[in-house]
């Protein structure tokens, strides 16, 4: 089952305690699993040079086209013998909504389920960021986009920004660091609304005209240049590259001997070798079919990238009562495991779990389930919807579902790739956003909403979902009151509702009451408005009376990551920033809100100091490697030195 939702668990869980986060979050463990204590998630990326798009262009063709088609739409001769439909990435709602980041690490280490292979043993970096690029060019940033965006920029934006895009402190679109983290939404909504000094040209121009002038602010990060031939080589891997070691199919030197941390003839510490196995058990109470298999993922933490990239995988028989084994794997310390086993056309994940001195045999077990296409059982333990007044006309209404699958039963689709869950939005709703996924690729459109395809797993806050739509304002009324209201049934059974608003606004509605104020960081107070529990069906009604009074109104930070509420946004900057608290932003993508940061976006020194001592119990309790640890403390450190 996917599992990114580690961010919102995150979030969530902060929203209900009022509690801050930190920068302390630094190593993130493998993807497409999930895990009840998160170590911390690694820095940002960013290519060391210019990403190329002629060689992106050629190793697109090569590498991406045979299954994502020519332009991007999915539809490549490979397509059709895949057991998943290739994402469409050339649409402009996926590609608008891509940080080179993002899909820099999904080519790096593959997407388990959609088939991707991982591209880090054949491409090297740069050509990764090469490729990622030209990716994104094809619906974020089309050339066509930025031809035009070229004459608009120099009419509005060239007096400010300067002819090559670094003209302004802190904003300068040629620095890799900060654009490898914006995607195309991100750098829209910023010449919409404003960001800094700066004045948004929102409703001053046409949306295609702000659309091209991203596209060509995208440029300043990027080059045409015909380096194909410079970048024809793949770099050799940090494995392939130390003097005497034997390098195993995944590109990672192979284990000497089986004592961890003890010195070989050579003097380089050897690795030790150990099993991986348990047990796979129908939480459905059947039986388990005879031909069911056992995949065991290895990962490995690049100290270099900050990194986990799957290296290698390796399959096992399942026995008759579940047992399954993996034999002679290296345990090596900056390692990380999981295993997965289709089972009923749905992927199970265990826990990941990372080597343990001393310890050579590892259990990991495994529960599979039947599936039902009933939803009737499913009971949304919170619902929380936040009500953002940032932008002049709309308000943006951001809504966050905890659900539980109470049964024993996955709830599947009724043919695959369909409806699991479907949403009824609010009438009159635009800018539709997830904070996972996008229109097309996990999700549905409907005729009033949209729906989710993800199958939900039994268990209690194993599904979240969150997404975002923008509601017109209403202009103020004959006495200057402005009021918005608006409806919206809920598929399933809601045990919490909650709205959240700023300072200013009250909300009433469905037997909504007051809950007094809730502090969601750096000083920024929300309205909590509570709701009786809400029947499945039952349509709630929402009214939200006033606007944002004084420093309740939000405001764009000038930080260098995202901090628009929009797609991706809902979960990157919170633990990088620890502002917009999502609330005020999009939890690890993006945050806002009055903002401790410089005005380069580095943080605070109280908030690189709650990195700190964060980051020291997260070692004490035993949840980071000593490496990396170290490491990351020793990068903390010198941030602080540098703010102070």
Not at 264 to 288: E, H
Request: glycine content about 10%; charged content about 15%; proline content about 7%.
């Amino acid at each position: 089952m996917k599992s990114r939702f580690i961010i919102v668990l995150g979030l969530l869980s902060f929203l209900l305690s009022a509690c801050q986060l930190s920068l302390a979050a630094d190593i993130t463990p493998p993807p497409n699993y999930q895990s009840p204590t998160p170590g911390p998630t690694m820095s940002p990326l960013f290519p060391a040079i210019a990403p190329n798009l002629v060689s992106g262009a050629a190793l697109f063709a090569e590498n991406c086209a045979p299954c994502h088609g020519d332009k991007g739409l999915g539809d490549g001769p490979m397509a059709s013998k895949l057991q998943k439909q290739p994402s469409a990435i050339g649409k402009p709602e996926l590609g608008r909504a891509a940080a080179p980041a993002n899909w820099y690490t999904t080519v790096t280490q593959g997407n388990i389920q959609s088939f991707m292979p991982p591209f880090n043993n054949k491409l090297s970096d740069q050509q990764r960021w090469d490729v990622v690029a030209y990716a994104i060019s094809l619906g974020g940033n089309t050339p066509a986009e930025t031809d035009k965006g070229k004459t608009i920029y120099e009419t509005n934006c060239i007096k400010c920004h300067g002819p090559t895009g670094n003209a302004v402190p802190g904003t300068d679109f040629t620095n890799q660091t900060m654009m490898a983290k914006l995607n195309q939404t991100d750098i829209v909504n910023f010449i919409n609304k404003g960001v800094g000094k700066m004045t948004g040209f929102g409703g001053l121009m046409p949306d295609a005209d702000i659309y091209a002038a991203a596209a060509y602010v995208r440029s300043f990060s990027e080059t045409s240049v015909d380096m194909a031939a410079a970048n024809a080589t793949p770099q050799p891997s940090q494995a392939a590259a130390t003097p005497g070691a034997s390098v195993t199919p995944g590109g990672t030197p192979a284990a000497t001997a089986n004592v961890s941390g003890t010195p070989s003839v050579s003097g380089t510490p050897t690795v030790a070798v150990g099993s991986i196995g348990g047990k796979i058990v129908n939480g459905s109470g059947g039986a388990l079919p005879g031909d069911l298999k056992a995949i065991l993922h290895v990962f490995e933490h690049n100290t270099t990238t900050q990194q986990f990239s799957e290296i290698s995988t390796q399959i096992a028989p399942v026995a008759t009562d579940g047992s399954y084994k993996f034999d002679q794997i290296p345990l090596a310390a900056n390692r990380a495991f999981f295993v997965s086993s289709t089972y009923a056309n749905n992927d199970y994940q265990s826990d990941p779990i990372f080597p343990t001195p001393g310890v050579n045999d590892i259990t990991l077990p495994l529960s599979v389930y039947d599936t039902t296409n009933d939803t009737s059982g499913l009971v949304a333990d919170q619902v929380h919807v936040l009500l953002d007044y940032s932008k002049a006309d709309v308000i943006q209404v951001v809504e966050f579902l905890i659900i539980n699958n109470p049964g024993t039963k996955s709830i599947t689709a009724t043919q695959k790739g369909g409806p699991v869950l479907k949403v009824v939005l609010p009438k009159g709703y635009t800018n539709l956003q997830f904070d996972q996924g996008a229109i097309g690729d996990r999700y549905l459109k409907t005729d009033d909403g949209f729906a989710d395809t993800q199958p939900i797993i039994p268990g209690a806050q194993k599904y979240q979902l969150v997404f975002a739509v923008d509601l017109p304002l209403p202009k103020p009324g004959l006495f200057g009151g402005t009021k918005i209201e608006f409806s919206q049934p809920f598929p399933i059974k809601i045990n919490s509702l909650s709205v959240l608003v700023p300072n200013g606004v009250t909300v009433s509605g469905s037997n909504f009451t007051a809950q007094g104020q809730q502090d969601i960081g750096n000083g920024s107070k929300y309205n909590v408005f509570v709701s009786s529990a809400v029947d499945a069906g039952q349509v709630v009604q929402i009214v939200a009376s006033g606007l944002p009074s004084g420093a309740a109104a939000i405001t764009t930070s000038s930080s260098a990551t995202p901090t628009i509420i929009g797609v991706g946004a809902l979960g990157l900057v919170l633990i990088v920033v620890g502002v917009w608290m999502f609330l005020r932003n999009r939890k690890e993508t993006s945050e806002e809100t009055e903002d401790t940061s410089d005005e380069e976006g580095n943080p605070s020194s109280d908030e690189v100091v709650d990195a700190i001592v964060a980051l020291d119990d997260q070692y004490k309790a035993g949840k980071i490697q000593e490496e990396a640890y170290k490491e990351r403390r020793a990068e903390l450190k010198a941030k602080l030195k540098k703010v102070i």
